[in-house]
């Protein structure tokens, strides 16, 4: 392992990230904050000699960056970012504990969505666009972000795109990685200029249209209102949103063979299939069983749907209570939890993707029990998964439900009840955002002991990771030369 290296690539990166908090000087000096001016500046040049001492220690390592080196800028990079990113919420004195800013940065750019903010509308506007900000970033991801515009660094980006980008399938699109990066992330901004257009449109104000947008996108789920989009009550802006949200959730792979003129191959993708019917069949179902809580069938479909698809896609946002919804409800929406987006989407979780390979394998091992003789390959549409593939999805499948389960216990041993603690675990880990109970829909963060918030945080950061870029650091020969 070089350090030298580790150190260039996080020195860029930081001062990436210097440059990303000047941005929101922008928001501020429209409407005359001075001081979160000055807190976004001391923030900026804090991160910006950081970076620069560390692109000093590596100046003289060379271009190349090895698959170990990678993983570990790719898994630092997150946790600086919740560390440096979190200096703003401090010098604002919103969050003056580091532990709770460090917890409300890294569920910002891992895109969860959970908040320790009991009051959100009284952020100024440059921190309230900065935690959008952040989401938006840690979307489509903050390393692909810096392969798409540093195109001096190389082919030797391939390794860091590697360990980033989310989904068991993100190797099938990139010829190229820089030409690739910069397609998704033109993709990227070019949905989210769309949804600024129609949410303004539809009625909120351009700054509100700006974050939400950005948090959608992202499938991120931060609002600039306590009542996220349940303030706005307006039917139109809930139906904008769920869109984006389900174009979010989309493997992004299917938009970058749609800009190569490739859309039957896209429209015919199997997970695009079974994800678009886990939404109908969830949003019905959940509709049906909200029924009498609404005056109108319309209003229970609006209501049903939006918590289907935000839960599904892993955003987060409510228009409902969904802790006051009947059992079946409201169990149903936990299983949405744990399924998740499309695989290479900026959602989290499993993946659609990951739990049709999951399904398959388990209908043939059935299958071959009283047919023993018959050699079967597995499929997902016309794409042979070969047994190495299946084997790391059964591998993340078990680590997933394990680290669930210790979440679970040890957030039960904290003091919390058992519908809270398996809900902020399963949130935190899939990047969801609200859970149940405590950590429900109306509910936050800020009464979490200490421990936990650490530990729901380094969840956040496994669970967008996929898990074995973070799992890798705790292994001593990771670290051996």
């Known amino acids: 392992m070089s350090f030298s290296v580790i150190s260039r690539f996080l020195g860029i990166f930081l001062c990436i990230l210097a440059l990303t908090q000047l941005t929101s000087i922008i928001p501020s000096a429209i409407y005359n904050e001075t001081d979160t ?90 921190l309230l666009f900065w ?7 840690g979307g489509m991801g903050i390393i692909v972000l ?46 989210t200029l769309s949804e600024i257009l129609l949410l303004i449109i539809a009625g909120m104000s351009p700054f509100d249209a700006v974050c939400h947008s950005f948090t959608t996108m992202a499938t991120g789920g931060y609002s600039t209102k306590d009542a996220s989009i349940a303030y706005f009550s307006s039917a139109y802006i809930d139906v904008i949103i769920i869109f984006f949200m389900f174009a979010a959730g989309v493997n992004f792979n299917l938009y970058y063979l749609i800009a190569n003129g490739d859309w039957k191959k896209a429209i015919r993708n199997s997970e695009l299939k079974v994800y678009i019917g886990i939404l109908i069949c969830s949003g019905l179902l959940v509709s049906i069983s909200i029924l009498n809580q609404h005056p109108t069938i319309l209003e229970a479909l609006r209501h049903g749907f939006f918590q289907s698809v935000s839960m599904t896609t892993t955003t987060g946002y409510a228009t409902d209570d969904f802790d006051l919804y009947p059992s079946f409800a409201r169990l149903l929406l936990v299983v949405l939890m744990f399924i998740g987006a499309s695989a290479s989407s900026t959602g989290g979780s499993i993946k659609v993707s990951r739990i049709m390979v999951l399904l398959k394998a388990a209908y043939f091992e059935i299958y071959q029990t009283f047919r023993p003789q018959v050699v079967v390959s597995l499929k997902i549409g016309k794409s042979v998964i070969q047994d190495d593939m ?19 216990l040890f957030m039960a041993a904290l003091g919390l009840d058992i519908v809270t603690a398996f809900s902020a675990t399963i949130a935190a880990l899939g990047n969801i955002g609200p859970g149940l109970a405590k950590v429900g829909a109306t509910q936050n963060y800020a009464h979490i002991p200490a421990p936990g918030k650490l530990f729901l945080a380094f969840a956040m950061i496994i669970g967008r990771l996929e898990l074995l870029t973070i799992l890798v650091l705790f292994s001593p020969k990771f670290w051996k030369q």
């Open 37 to 126: 001016i000055v807190h976004f500046v001391i923030s900026a040049i804090i991160c910006a000699i950081i970076g620069m001492g560390l692109l000093l220690f590596g100046k003289s390592a060379g271009e190349t960056i090895k698959r170990r080196d990678a993983i570990a800028v790719v898994a630092i990079s997150w946790i600086a970012f919740g560390i440096l990113g979190a200096i703003p919420f401090m010098l604002e004195s919103v969050l003056t504990n580091p532990i709770d800013a460090f917890f409300e940065t890294v569920s910002g750019v891992t895109t969860t969505g959970s908040t320790v903010i009991t009051d959100i509308e009284s952020l100024s506007h440059g």
């Open 131 to 137: 935690r959008s900000l952040i989401q938006w970033l």
């Open 146 to 191: 810096f392969i798409a515009v540093l195109p001096q660094l190389g082919v030797s980006v391939r390794q860091l795109f590697r360990s980033e980008v989310p989904g068991p399938i993100k190797e099938s699109i990139k010829p190229k990685l820089k030409h690739t990066a910069s397609i998704l992330w033109k993709i990227y901004l070019g949905i």
């Open 390 to 408: 299946v084997k790391s999805i059964l591998a993340f499948f078990i680590l997933f439900i394990l680290i669930f389960v210790i979440g679970t």
